[in-house]
């Protein structure tokens, strides 16, 4: 049924542990007409059936969806996204307090390449393959017929696909279910609630990963001095600010950034709206010269490193930020740091912060590690699913 791409000898092995990538350099043979986007059938160098993926040019040639012989239809994909919502409302409390949330995250949901958020009534699709790309009319259909109370599934991949795509598609933004403006949607997290731009924000327009890790710096924030760097729209800010800090300070070096979060600040009742200040700055500018006034302090930098040759420098760029903070803040304090940067494991990221707190002279205490949530699921045979690492520690 599908055109075959033959594999060198031995290059099957990553395949038989379940790695849904094939890189170009694993190819042997690719079958006369495939071209970008194709569903192709994966064999090993003596004819093996190893599975179906989707073919692209580039240096991930190949990103596997099924290991099994089964039939790849429209019935087989309305399947996978049926799938994915079931498994987020049996684990979300999404008709009570969130309506916010990842549909599907890539390889984490065996669908290498889709990515789909959910904010209230809209949902965001971004794809990074042409293949996944190919499949959004079956992908909306079903949604819109599992979720009746959606208004708009909007496509964000303009600025995510391969640039070929742009060459032969003609990127078609909308499937307009309900007519509705961008500025309407307020969408709600644990009750929190934000202005959500899915057309002109980053990603999809939100960053969901850090939903559990907005809740328990809530948690950490009653009658608190908080410091929110790299704030974008100020999710860290709104809960803590809803959860009794005594005042909030957000800090982001974006002036568009800036005006989604005095946006969001404004959906609060007013006495709480008095206790936050707006700082458009540098991040490690402003650390450097960071007054000794803050009980909590959040590094949520965007990643350092999307590629390994980055890597190195990555690593300087937490040090340099963690020290400086651990240096600044007051006896006693706490620190919510991350990195979403892949090529940054979680062991690196503690020997960043052990080596930022030696710099910094300071007795550090590790309280919790943080990662991504259930509605961003870890492939456990694709450890490039998880991205998000984070620490919460106690500066003494």
């Known amino acids: 049924m599908f055109k075959t791409i033959t594999l060198k000898p031995t290059k099957e092995k990553s395949i038989l542990r379940r790695h849904p990538w094939v890189f170009s350099g694993a190819i042997k043979a690719i079958e006369n007409g495939i071209s970008n986007g194709d569903i192709v059938e994966i064999k090993s160098n003596k004819g093996r059936f190893l599975g179906y993926g989707h073919y692209n040019e580039g240096s991930i040639a190949i990103r596997i969806f099924e290991l099994n012989q089964l039939t790849i239809d429209n019935a087989y994909w309305e399947g996978k996204i049926k799938k994915a919502i079931s498994q987020r409302h049996h684990n979300l409390d999404i008709n009570g307090k969130n309506n916010i949330y990842r549909l599907v995250h890539a390889e984490g949901d065996e669908m290498p390449g889709c ?51 742009k060459q032969e598609f003609q990127i078609q933004n909308s499937y307009l279910l309900r007519k509705i403006d961008a500025s309407d949607v307020i969408a709600s997290e644990y009750g929190n609630q934000f202005k959500i731009n899915w057309v002109t924000g980053q990603k999809t327009g939100f960053f969901i990963d850090q939903r559990e890790n907005r809740k328990l710096l ?96 990555a690593v300087q760029g937490y040090k340099r930020l963690n020290s400086r903070a651990i240096e600044k803040i007051k006896p006693g304090g706490y620190i919510f740091t991350f990195s979403c940067s892949q090529v940054i494991s979680n062991e690196l990221f503690k020997h960043i912060i052990l080596s930022s707190s030696i710099v910094a002279n300071r007795k550090v205490t590790i309280l919790h590690q943080l990662h991504q949530p259930m509605d961003h699921p870890v492939n456990i045979f694709h450890p490039e699913s998880e991205y998000l690492k984070g620490l919460v520690i106690k500066v003494d």
């Open 115 to 165: 990515i789909i958020d959910r904010y209230d009534n809209v949902i965001v699709m971004q794809f990074h393959s042409v293949g996944m790309w190919k499949l959004k009319e079956i992908f909306s259909k079903t949604i819109a017929k599992q979720l009746s109370e959606i208004d708009v599934i909007y496509d964000k991949s303009e600025n995510t696909l391969p640039e070929v795509l």
């Open 218 to 313: 809530g948690e950490y924030s009653q009658s608190k001095v908080i410091l929110n760097t790299f704030c974008y729209s100020g999710g860290f800010s709104i809960y803590a600010l809803n959860k009794g800090a005594k005042e909030v300070y957000s800090l982001d070096s974006s002036k568009k950034a800036m005006k989604l979060l005095e946006e969001n600040v404004k959906l609060l009742p007013q006495d709480l709206q008095q206790k936050h200040h707006s700082i458009t700055d540098d991040a490690m500018d402003y650390i450097k010269q960071l007054p000794e006034t803050f009980d909590v302090i959040i590094l949520d930098p965007p990643a350092f490193a999307k590629h390994i040759k980055s890597k190195n420098k």
